[in-house]
């Protein structure tokens, strides 16, 4: 079992930056592939950036794309988000997922941090 818990978020002026961690229990962490997702009020959870296991394979959604970068330290547990520019629009509460492999859904998930972005 890998349990994943996030912290860094806040409250951000447009424009500012955060970093988020997710911690995660568990000697397999190293193997899985770790990802961040989001969630506005009254919309639905969607993607925002994913990490193989070895950081080889690097995904981000278009949203994203050049303002964040997700990256990992295995030997820590912990993989990280940085978020630059941030704009109004990335107000959410983000979690942190845990996929055994490239080719599993993910199956163990963070309770989320809250980023609130001030306009």
């Known amino acids: 079992q890998v349990q994943l818990v996030e912290s860094g978020g806040g409250l951000v002026q447009a424009g500012g930056s955060l970093r988020l961690s997710c911690a995660a229990s568990g000697r397999i962490f190293s193997t899985y592939r770790m990802g961040w997702f989001r969630q506005a009020p009254g919309k639905e959870r969607e993607f925002v950036a994913a990490?193989?296991?070895?950081?080889?394979?690097?995904g981000y959604a278009e949203s994203v794309k050049g303002r964040f970068t997700i990256s990992r330290d295995n030997a820590k547990g912990t993989v990280y988000l940085h978020m630059n520019s941030l704009k109004p629009d990335d107000t959410a509460v983000y979690s942190c997922a845990a996929a055994p492999s490239q080719h599993h859904d993910y199956i163990y998930w963070g309770q989320g941090t809250q980023v609130t972005v001030s306009s």
């Open positions: 990490i193989s296991w070895n950081g080889g394979t690097i």
